[in-house]
């Protein structure tokens, strides 16, 4: 079957640095996104990755590792708006869009 | 300019009642996925259209589930006879190109739907 792991929940601190880390089995792979979503809101584009290596962008950054089926998301600086679920998403063989459960991160002044 | 927008936001259904649920994507906008997500879960694919060609309807739970798109821009989904498991959010995302995996999906805030 298909899988995409992720922790749960996470907490950090504000002006702290945290990585959110992602693993996926699936059939075939044609990159991976990971989202934003605020509770009660649309889920945001944050970054999409599908060669290997970083990808920076302002305060976040993600990483792939597609032999080891491994990305994370690296979030600088903390704010209080950076509470929020952020969703590790993958497109399979078929360009079906897998998504994982979202890891809720919690910021703590 | 405007993005995906989604209406009711809030449904409540009794059981056995028809809902269909409706999604306004961004104009000019070629794809339109519908998703299905519940509580603290993340989203589940239903089904995909490419203009009005509904290309993919593999992630459709059962039969009673519809969709349609028939003038390639607004999006209904019609869920039939209502269950308690249907109860969800239901997210709809479009985006720019045919090649849906090139380009960014855009979600709307989806229609929350109860099933009492």
């Known amino acids: 079957g298909q899988n995409i792991d992720q922790p749960t929940e996470m907490t950090a601190t504000e002006g702290a640095i945290v990585q959110i880390n992602c693993t996926y089995q699936?059939?075939?792979?044609?990159?991976l996104f990971w989202y934003q979503q605020h509770a009660g809101e649309a889920p945001t584009f944050l970054s999409y990755?599908?060669l290997d290596g970083l990808e920076e962008k302002g305060r976040f950054s993600s990483f792939l590792s597609r032999s080891k089926g491994y990305s994370y998301l690296l979030l600088k600086e903390l704010q209080m708006k950076d509470s929020a679920s952020y969703l590790c998403?993958?497109?399979?063989?078929?360009?079906?869009?897998?998504w994982g459960a979202g890891t809720k991160l919690i910021i703590k002044p | 300019g405007a993005g995906v927008s989604q209406s009711p936001r809030y449904k409540v259904a009794k059981r056995g009642q028809d809902v269909a649920l409706r999604c306004d994507p961004i104009s000019g906008h070629v794809s339109l996925f519908w998703y299905q997500q519940a509580l603290g879960q993340g989203p589940e694919f239903l089904t995909y259209f490419q203009n009005e060609a509904q290309l993919d309807k593999s992630g459709l739970p059962s039969d009673r589930f519809f969709a349609e798109r028939p003038e390639g821009s607004v999006s209904t989904l019609k869920i039939q006879r209502t269950q308690q498991e249907d109860s969800a959010v239901y997210l709809c995302?479009?985006?720019?190109?045919?090649?849906?995996?090139?380009?960014?999906?855009?979600f709307g805030p989806g229609t929350r739907l109860t099933v009492t």
């Open positions: 990755n599908v």
């Open positions: 995302a479009s985006s720019l190109g045919a090649e849906q995996h090139i380009y960014e999906q855009y």
């Open positions: 699936t059939s075939g792979f044609n990159g």
């Open positions: 998403a993958v497109y399979d063989s078929n360009y079906q869009l897998i």
